[in-house]
C-alpha cells in the first residue's frame, strides 16, 4: 500500500478500511485528503483479497467534518471545474467496483455528508450528526449533496435539510432512510462488519452487476432500467459462478465463488 498522510488503510480479513486520520480537524477533507481518497480507492480496487471497503474517521467524535474551511476561502469559479475535485472523488466512490459502507462514528458534515451519501450503505451510531450547513457560508454542497440526498430522502426532506442547515441526529437519519443502521458507538464497528459478512456471501459479480443496474437505472426511465437489468442477467447468466452458485444451493451446501 502507498504511504498517506491524512488517511490510513486497515485490512481485516476481505475487508478494507479507509480511515480520515485528521482528528484534530474533525477529519476535514482538505484537497490533499480527496487524493489520498482516490489514491486509496485505486489501489484497492487491484486488491483481490479486498471485497467490500468501509469509510470512517478517526477518533469518536468526527466521521468527516466537512471541507477544510481555510482552503475553501481560496476557490475560485474555475477551480469548480478542476480534474480531481470532490465531485470527481465521490462519484468514483458512488461506482466504486466494490461495495462501500459508511460507518458513521461522530459529525458527517457538509462533504463528510456528501462522502457518506456516495457510499452504497450507510452504519451510524446514535450520537451520529449528520447535515449540509454550506449555505451558512453563502455557498452550496459541492460535492453531490443536492442531488444524492434528494435521490436516498426525497425532494421535500432535502430541501428542509439543504435551506435551514439543520443537523440531525442517527436516529432521526435512521427514520428518513439516509442510514440503514443506527446503533450505539460501541456496536458501530460490529454493526457495520455484519453488514459487509452479509455482502462478502454473495457472488462478487452478482453484486457488481447489482450496483451498477440500481444506480444507473436509478438516472433513467423504467424501461430502460429494466432493459438494464436485462443485460446484466444476461452477463452473470454466462458465467461459471452462476452455475455454482445454483449448483451449491440445489447440494445444501455453501458456493465457492471466483469472479469468474
Known sequence: ??????????????????????????????????????????????????????????????????????????????DVFKLGGIQEVFDRIEMY???????????????????ALACDIRVAALNAKFGLPELNLSIIPGGGGTQRLARIVGKGKALDIILTGKIIDGEEAYRIGL?????????????????????????????????????????????SGLLIEKLAQAVLFSTEDKNEGTSAFLEKRSPKFTSK
Not at 480507492?41 to 483479497?49: A, G, H, I, Q, W
Not at 466494490?98 to 462522502?115: D, Q, R, S, W, Y
Open 1 to 78: 500500500m502507498g504511504t498517506y498522510q491524512n488517511i490510513e488503510i486497515k485490512k481485516k480479513n476481505s475487508l478494507a478500511y479507509v480511515i480520515i486520520n485528521r482528528p484534530e480537524l474533525r477529519n476535514a477533507l482538505s484537497k490533499e485528503t480527496l487524493q489520498e481518497i482516490l489514491g486509496a480507492l485505486n489501489e484497492l480496487s487491484d486488491d483481490e483479497t479486498v471485497g467490500c471497503v468501509i469509510f470512517t474517521g478517526k477518533g469518536e467524535k468526527s466521521f468527516a467534518a466537512g471541507a477544510d474551511i481555510a482552503q475553501l476561502r481560496q476557490k475560485t469559479a474555475l
Open 97 to 115: 467496483d466494490k461495495p462501500t459502507i459508511a460507518m458513521v462514528n461522530g459529525f458527517a458534515l457538509g462533504g463528510g455528508c456528501e462522502l
Open 179 to 223: 442510514v440503514s443502521e443506527v446503533v450505539s458507538m460501541e456496536e458501530l464497528e460490529a454493526k457495520a462488519e455484519e453488514v459487509a459478512g452479509k455482502i462478502l456471501t454473495k457472488g462478487p459479480l452478482a453484486v457488481k452487476l447489482a450496483k451498477l443496474a440500481v444506480k444507473t437505472g436509478f438516472e433513467t426511465d423504467q424501461k
